[in-house]
C-alpha cells in the first residue's frame, strides 16, 4: 500500500485496482536531529497521573467479578465480541512468491487473504517491475491479473520513481534507505458467500527514503482499503481494491527519530502473516 496526507497515487489502492499515494510536499529536511520539542514537566506530570488513573480504573473494573452489570439500550448497532476479537486461529501454512496463500473458504479465510494481499500490495516490491508483477500474478484473481498489473505498471512510472528519489530499477540511491510498508490494524466483511467476498482493511502505511539529506522523509498514513475477492483454485484471490482515508487517530507525543535509527529499523524487523 508515496504518502504524504493520504495515498492517492502508488502506495494505496486506485478505484481500478492500482496503488495510488500523495508524495509529501515539499524539500526540508527533518532528519539530522530535528525532534519535536519537549513537553513541560507539568505536562509530564498530568500525563503521568491520567495513566495511573486509567490503569487504577481498568483494575477496578476487571475485579468486579461476578457482579451485574445493568443492561443498556440502544447498543444494537455495535460489534460483538466474535467480530472485532482475533480469533487465535493460524491462519495458512503455506507461500507462494513470499506471500500466505491457501486461505479457509470461510469469512476469517477472507479476512486473513485481504489483510496479507494488502501488505504486500503495499509494499516496496510494488517499485520493482519484476517484483511487482510477480506480487499481482499471486494475489489477483486470473480474470484480473492484466488489468491490476497494467494498473500497476502505469502508476508505478520512471516519473513516480524520479520524483521520489529512486534508480530506475526502483531501489533507493546510495546512502539511503527506501520504506514502503502497509501494516494491517484490523478487517471487516462487508460482504460474503462461498465463492465472493468483500472485506475492509484497516492499515497504517510508512512510506519515504531515510538519509541525512533526504528530501522525502519516512512518514505514516492511516487508511481503509475494500477489496473484493473471488474464490478460485482454491484460494481467495483479488478482483479489484479501493481505498479510503482513515480512520486517522491523534498523533502522539513521540520525539521523531533519526534517519539511522529508521534506516536500521526497516532492516531489522521483518513482517507478519496476517491472521484474522
Known sequence: ?????????????????????????????????????????????????????????????????????????????????????????????????????????????????AANYAAALGSDGMFSVSRRHEIVQTVAAPTSVAQLQSGFDKDYSAGLLKRIGLNEDGSAPAGKTFVNRTLPAGTKVTSFGSNAATVEVWCNGLFGLAGDDSTNPVTSTWFTVTMKLNWSGGDWKVLETTQKTGPTPVTGDNPISGSDEISKAVQEFGGFTYAR
Open 1 to 113: 500500500m508515496s504518502l504524504g496526507d493520504e495515498r492517492e497515487s502508488s502506495g494505496g489502492y486506485g478505484g481500478t485496482g492500482q496503488t495510488r499515494t500523495r508524495l509529501p510536499e515539499g524539500g526540508g529536511d527533518v532528519y539530522g536531529g530535528a525532534r519535536r520539542g519537549g513537553r513541560s514537566s507539568s505536562r509530564s506530570l498530568v500525563t503521568v497521573v491520567g495513566v495511573v488513573v486509567l490503569l487504577i480504573a481498568a483494575i477496578a473494573f476487571a475485579n468486579r467479578g461476578g457482579e451485574d452489570s445493568p443492561s443498556t439500550s440502544g447498543d444494537e448497532n455495535q460489534p460483538n465480541s466474535s467480530s472485532t476479537a482475533a480469533s487465535g486461529a493460524r491462519p495458512v501454512d503455506g507461500k507462494a512468491a513470499g506471500i500466505p496463500g491457501g486461505f479457509a473458504r470461510d469469512e476469517q479465510g477472507a479476512q486473513s487473504a
